[in-house]
């Protein structure tokens, strides 16, 4: 097998001109879709000048940022926002009652629906109560974010237009509704770099609840990469055995050993780098680095028998069980201490269709005390301005039978956005698109969204699409 057997477009397009023409002349055929890439430098990924320091882009941030880091918590499944956040209480004068066409309008309806032949009004069975300064209403399921209404801002006008899980959560992490875009941590540590070179800037952990829904997916690919460098994918940390898989050495390799095999490797690795010019080897060579120094850094991370007994109680008893949304929310609080970029929390179980009022219950008991305490955690040790946390799932659900928060890191605390009709179905006050929440989010960590762009198979992608604004009115000082 010759050298140009295994060669892929993007590592001939990496290529320089002077290489392509030298190797040819030695007789390595590479077919013309390949020169046409070549010499026009528009088919492939785009190499972009990156800050030696934090690995972010020079130039970067845009302007003076609010918010440093982001951490979201993804509630998997779509809960649902009129058990939670959007308070209906005329609503249950129509249980029962045919959902009226000049409600649905004639929009979409999902498979599992597309059968029925009758859509009864089912209203929220729970009871709301009045919390804080700004009296917002909360479910009564949520007893522990009373304690926080003052600190947050809920959008209760956020909408999609996807209306099947795994395209709506694609396009909540990625902008886009179809699989191969990155993530939104990966574009944000693509734009700004990290802060810690011992540890990842995007680290991902994944929680399910209490066996409910325990077959709902997910799929790496909500924190990867996409066209973008690998180095910038999200890094999943485990709740047992090593946090990160293969991270430990094997038994009987001592640090200095595998100091010498890293080195020895990296020599290699460099010789193919100079001989190829594919950026992969690069950031091959950059993750083992990071592997070794993770050796130190992630058992420290991971290790909370130095936590005060009154952080546990503040985030709840399930906080000392590794894996659980309590004990991610902790972990989370830890890893913005030390500087990671974005941390990502996935809590699966939201997805209710059989027995809703049971499954959410259940559901919110999980959540509710954790996700109040990490706000409160946060606050208490002064990292709440520069960190914007931002609770959210894909949708909520139809009334017959959507909310989100956002806190600290440059939003307005205390705040109600948007409105929906009487049936919660439709909005009528301010509206707020997935491609708008995002650009906000970009907006808080000092990002324009239009000028975060990466030249790929001939085009400028971002993660907003060709579309997005940034919702000014839950922005602090503006």
């Not at 000048?49 to 509630?75: C, E, S, Y």
């Not at 109680?313 to 906080?319: I, Q």
Request: include cysteine; aromatic fraction near 10%.
């Amino acid at each position: 097998m010759t050298d140009s057997d295994c060669m892929t477009p993007q590592l001939s397009a990496a290529m320089t001109r002077r290489q392509f023409f030298r190797r040819s002349t030695a007789g390595i055929a590479i077919g013309i879709p390949a020169l046409a890439a070549l010499l026009t430098n528009d088919g492939f990924a785009a190499d972009t000048a990156n800050d030696a320091k934090t690995g972010g882009l020079v130039g970067l941030p845009h302007f003076p940022p609010k918010a440093k880091r982001v951490i979201f918590l993804h509630q998997s499944g779509a809960p649902s926002q009129m058990e939670l956040f959007d308070y209906k209480p005329n609503l249950v004068k129509s249980q029962g009652v045919e959902l009226p066409d000049s409600v649905r309008m004639g929009q979409r309806i999902t498979g599992m629906t597309s059968g029925q032949s009758s859509f009864p009004v089912a209203p929220s069975i729970f009871k709301f109560n009045q919390y804080g300064r700004s009296g917002t209403w909360i479910s009564e399921l949520l007893p522990y974010h009373g304690k926080i209404v003052d600190d947050i801002t809920i959008i209760k006008s956020t909408y999609t237009e996807a209306i099947n899980h795994d395209p709506a959560i694609t396009f909540v992490q990625t902008g886009f509704q179809q699989p191969g875009r990155p993530s939104m941590g990966a574009w944000v540590t693509y734009g700004l770099g990290s802060e810690n070179q011992n540890l990842p800037a995007f680290v991902v952990m994944v929680s399910q609840a209490n066996a409910l829904n325990p077959d709902q997916p997910l799929f790496s690919r909500l924190w990867g990469s996409g066209f973008l460098s690998s180095r910038y994918q999200g890094v999943k940390f485990r709740s047992s055995g090593d946090a990160v898989l293969y991270l430990s050495s094997p038994p009987g390799v001592p640090s200095a050993t595998r100091r010498r095999m890293l080195d020895g490797i990296a020599k290699l690795n460099r010789l193919l780098a100079e001989k190829y010019g594919d950026p992969e080897i690069d950031t091959r060579v950059a993750q083992y680095e990071m592997a070794y120094r993770m050796q130190t850094s992630v058992p420290d991370l991971m290790d909370l028998s130095k936590e005060r007994e009154s952080t546990f109680e503040l985030y709840g008893p399930d906080s000392r069980k590794p894996g659980t949304y309590a004990a991610n929310c902790l972990l989370a609080r830890r890893l913005a201490e030390r500087g990671v970029r974005f941390i990502q929390l996935y809590h699966r179980g939201w997805d209710q269709h059989n027995d809703l009022p049971r499954d959410i219950a259940l559901q919110c008991k999980g959540v509710d005390q954790p996700s109040a305490a990490l706000v409160l955690d946060l606050k208490q040790r002064g990292m709440l301005d520069d960190t914007l946390v931002v609770w959210a799932g894909e949708f909520g659900r139809t009334v017959y039978c959507q909310g989100r928060w956002m806190a600290g890191g440059g939003i307005q605390p205390g705040l109600t956005i948007g409105k929906t009709d009487d049936y919660s179905y439709n909005i009528i006050e301010d509206p707020v698109h997935v491609h708008d929440l995002q650009a906000t989010i970009l907006h808080c960590l000092g990002i324009d969204h239009l000028k975060l762009t990466y030249k790929f198979q001939g085009r400028y992608f971002r993660l907003t699409d060709v579309a997005g604004n940034v919702v000014k009115k839950v922005l602090a000082g503006v």
